[in-house]
């Protein structure tokens, strides 16, 4: 999934419309709604900007993945909040490897952010 969808996956989760979006953003609709479709790639700096309205981690948002999400809804269908489930009713095997699929999730968060830290330095060096 590439970055733009998983914003928009986000987005919807998170009950936010894309106008209130761009205007958070401080850009136009269709010009949120472009980064939302890939046709534009969006810099270290507007990726902080949307994990901090999403209250996520940038790195949460390059990798999210809707297959692992749950999601809490109110009595009047709105979502409350996004979190990933337990799988206590899983079989063992499905357990150790849901645990290794995350550790290598993980890793590559830290590699991720890795290559976001350097980014950052290198665009204060200029």
Do not use: W
């Not at 949120?32 to 999403?54: A, P, T």
């Not at 390059?62 to 009595?75: A, Q």
């Amino acid at each position: 999934m590439k970055v733009g969808n998983k914003i928009h996956k986000i987005r919807e989760l998170k009950n936010i419309t894309a106008k209130d979006m761009a205007d958070r953003l401080d850009m136009t609709l269709s010009g949120y709604q472009r980064i939302e479709r890939d046709e534009v790639s969006i810099n270290i700096d507007r990726l902080l900007e949307i994990s901090g309205i999403f209250e996520m981690k940038p790195e949460e948002v390059l990798c999210f993945d809707e297959k692992y999400v749950f999601n809490n809804s109110d009595n009047k269908g709105g979502i409350q909040g996004i979190h990933y489930g337990t799988f206590n009713a899983f079989p063992e095997d499905l357990k150790k490897l849901y645990e290794e699929n995350a550790r290598l999730q993980a890793d590559q968060i830290k590699m991720q952010q890795e290559m976001i830290d350097m980014l950052k330095e290198k665009l204060k060096g200029k």
